[in-house]
């Protein structure tokens, strides 16, 4: 009977494994750094995610990122709040009109019937356990992965409630290991997040704002102004307030910062691709042209490395 076991690394190419971090609306960088691996020949194996890394890493291994790319590069303040449905209770957003707009786009065949390897990482509630998501409906998983604690609701999974994965693992170094990746490169988004200054979640032009409420019910409305930046107090001229939700993500994205350094000091990538987006906020999802672009700067500048570690010209 013929050896069944995998040949050594030395007589096969080594496989390739990206790990896509977690950071809200600087995820759309992602796109850009595929993008550019994938102009340099490098082309990944084993896609996992984390949070909005779920997200990008779920349309990538299903090949649609030519698709997706453009959707995200038309996305306006106005659009993005056209895609929440605001919900008091476990979270601000209940996330079924997400969902329903990519389930009306996209066909579902499940994690298993995506063109590459994939899965992506998600928060039990109670227990704080890290789950790995490996199988069942792409959407649902993804779900889960990007329930950030007080904007999404936690998702219902097979009787657990999941939350982010970023309150545990932000950048799913050791998930691709476990999916048999020999050489993992990993793209953190959130490594600069304290240099990020004057800038508030969720900014829009008052023109954007008022394009926004036009027309919406009272409950839009005062959500929509607690999205807003709040103005000077009188004691701090020229220093706008932070609004309840920059307040909210912007310490959950410092937290997700010091698990980061933890978790890859212990499970380190070969290749780390950091883009510079400290003046990327929380909320800014309408800014897509501008991180995709950094996303392509910092994975051209990591070029090098990559080369190096894959033993490639």
Not at 97 to 126: H, Q, S, W
Not at 237 to 249: E, N, Y
Request: aromatic share 6%.
């Amino acid at each position: 009977m013929a050896d069944s076991q995998p040949l050594p690394l030395s007589f096969r190419r080594p496989r390739i494994g990206l790990a896509l971090g977690s950071g809200s609306a600087r995820g759309w960088s992602h796109i850009g750094a595929i993008r550019a691996l994938e102009r340099a020949g490098i082309v990944p194996d084993i896609v996992c995610g984390t949070s909005i890394g779920a997200l990008v890493g779920a349309v990538y291994a299903a090949g649609e990122l030519d698709r997706f790319e453009p959707w995200v590069r038309t996305l306006s303040w106005k659009s993005v709040l056209g895609l929440m449905d605001f919900k008091m209770g476990g979270g601000l957003i209940e996330g079924g009109k997400l969902l329903d707009f990519f389930r009306n786009r996209y066909e579902d065949r499940g994690i298993e019937g995506l063109a590459k390897p994939y899965a992506c990482v998600a928060t039990e509630l109670y227990s704080g356990r890290e789950v790995w998501l490996r199988d069942g409906p792409v959407l649902d998983a993804v779900r889960a992965s990007i329930a950030l604690p007080g904007l999404f609701t936690p998702a219902q999974h097979e009787g657990r409630l999941l939350l982010d994965g970023g309150l545990v693992n932000p950048v799913p170094v050791s998930l691709c290991r476990a999916m048999g990746a020999d050489i993992v490169i990993a793209v953190d988004l959130n490594w600069d997040i304290m240099l990020r200054h004057n800038r508030v979640a969720g900014r829009a032009s008052a023109a954007e704002e008022a394009d926004a409420t036009e027309g919406s019910g009272g409950l839009l409305q005062a959500i929509v102004a607690r999205l807003r930046p709040a103005r000077g107090n009188g004691r701090d001229k020229g220093q706008a307030m932070p609004s309840m939700l920059d307040v909210l993500t912007t310490s959950l994205n410092i937290m997700q910062m010091r698990i980061t350094q933890s978790r890859l000091a212990g499970e380190p990538a070969d290749v780390l691709i950091r883009p510079r987006l400290n003046d990327v906020a929380p909320m800014d999802y309408h800014l897509a042209a501008s991180t995709i672009a950094e996303g392509e700067r910092a994975a051209e500048f990591a070029l090098p490395q990559i080369r190096d570690v894959l033993g490639s010209p």
